[in-house]
């Protein structure tokens, strides 16, 4: 077949829907090296530009007059439909939520792939016009493609209610994490990190944009009331609401067991997760949660909210709670995580739980789907 994606991410994106992106496409590439693979993009990032240079099945297309180059969005929206046709694509994938327009439907199957709909469920959280635009994108996408692949059940249902699509065009196809984090690290590399980063002895690790929905003050109330032995480590980008986290810390004299980073090397953080003793992440919503993927393949323990789809990341057996349940983080700290054979059990079932998400698996499946539709 001749398969074609909107590769903008995959390209220019170092996190979430890159990531995302990414790991698809090269799963795809690796267990199904028989088919022709089209990757379209804007721009390439300098980082990303030999990403698939040892494939000799793809293409990268891009723009290529003036116009194209400087109106990126008019491209990927207007343009990329008449190269597909031209191309006689049997399958289109957007990987990020949107399809282009103009593509002949007769000839070419559609996928589009929606990683959430929280900006519908949470607008507050949006700029009112990013939201109005996303609605627009999001729903032409959904009910002008063949098939609408979300990224959890908690998804699948947001499509279906929102956008009023019938349940039987989308399917959930899980996402995975990279290899990086379920590869074992020295003690020798674990200490070169600590000491890059002066992390601390025993810590909390909580990985994700530092923003309202992500709920990171809930952990740092559970660390006020928490031993001192025990500090907090959050990875991710600030926004305003780093301040109240700020504030708080200071309030409650926390500010030397609080530490924040950004702009980690993708190298250095699956280390870090390692270095860590336990991972919470208990957002108020999320479309899949990768961070919590990542963190059950390094081996560390993970609490997690008890909302949208974060129950079906981590499991029946997981450690799910209400997202702003300080105290319930202080009791599984001081008790479950007291001791090695708990801890051990937890590892060994969050291991068995992250094989539904082994990339090989789901590219077979992915390629299922693909073959169904050109039936």
Known sequence: MKIGFDAKRA??????????????ILSLLENFPEHQYYLFTPTIDEKFENLFSEFNNIEIIAPENYLHKKFHSAWRTYSIGDIVNDLNLD???????EIPNGINSKKTKTVVTIHDLIFLRYPDYYNTIDAYIYKKKFKRACQTADLILATSKQTKAD??????????????????????????????????????????KQFILSVG???????????????AKLSS????????????????????AIKNNLQSRIQILENISFEDLPIIYQCS??????SEFE??????????????????SNTSSLPEVIGP?????????????VSIVNNELQSNETISKIVAEAKERTLLFDKNLLAKKLMNFYNELKK
């Open 209 to 223: 944009t530092i923003e309202k929905r992500k709920n990171q003050l809930t952990i740092l109330k559970a660390l």
């Open 277 to 282: 003793q336990v991972f919470v992440y208990i």
């Open 229 to 248: 032995d025990w500090s907090l480590v959050l990875i991710g980008k600030k926004t305003d609401y780093a301040n109240e986290l700020f504030d708080f």
């Open 317 to 329: 057996n997981g450690m799910c709670l209400s997202p702003f349940d300080f105290d319930a983080i």
């Open 91 to 97: 399958i289109f994938h957007g990987l990020s939520n």
């Open 11 to 24: 390209f220019n994106n170092s996190t979430g829907l890159g990531n995302y992106s990414r790991l698809l």
């Open 159 to 200: 499509v279906s209610d929102y956008f009023k699509i019938e349940n039987q065009k989308i399917n959930v196809l899980y996402q995975d994490c990279d290899a990086a984090f379920a590869k074992q690290y020295s003690n020798e590399e674990k200490l070169a990190i600590i000491i890059k980063y002066n992390l601390p």
């Open 287 to 304: 479309g899949f949660g990768i961070p919590i993927l990542e963190a059950m393949k390094s081996k560390i323990p993970v609490i997690t």
